[in-house]
């Protein structure tokens, strides 16, 4: 059963970082592309970043390049996602997932979701 679950988020003041982790049971996470999603409350789901299988193609929203940062660690079977000077709008609830490709289009078809993490930054 393949199996993503998300952890790491929390509440911390704008200019703040965080750490998300994306763990992987049920299935070889080495073959995998695994991107990462937001939604706030009222707004569509957002693509934030993807890592292909091997790590090598990486890819960011507009609105976190330069603060965001995607890694993996195949042998611990999970994905990672460092979130520096964190701001309000980065609030919503995140989620990784499984994506065909790291592209911009293939991240509108994820599948196998976790079950999200929260993140609010706020003073």
């Known amino acids: 059963q393949v199996q993503l679950v998300e952890s790491g988020g929390g509440l911390v003041q704008p200019g703040g970082s965080l750490r998300l982790s994306c763990a992987a049971s049920?299935?070889?996470?080495?073959?995998?592309?695994i991107g990462w999603f937001r939604q706030a409350p009222g707004m569509e789901r957002e693509g934030v970043s993807c890592?292909?299988?091997?790590?090598?193609?990486?890819y960011y929203a507009e609105s976190v390049k330069g603060r965001f940062t995607i890694s993996r660690d195949n042998a611990k079977k999970t994905v990672y996602l460092q979130m520096n000077s964190l701001k309000p709008e980065d609030t919503a609830v995140y989620y990784c997932?499984?994506?065909?490709?790291?592209?911009?289009?293939?991240?509108?078809?994820?599948?196998?979701w976790g079950q999200g993490t929260q993140v609010t930054v706020s003073s």
């Open positions: 890592i292909s299988s091997t790590g090598g193609v990486t």
């Open positions: 997932a499984t994506v065909l490709r790291c592209t911009a289009q293939a991240m509108r078809v994820p599948a196998n």
């Open positions: 049920g299935f070889t996470l080495d073959y995998h592309t």
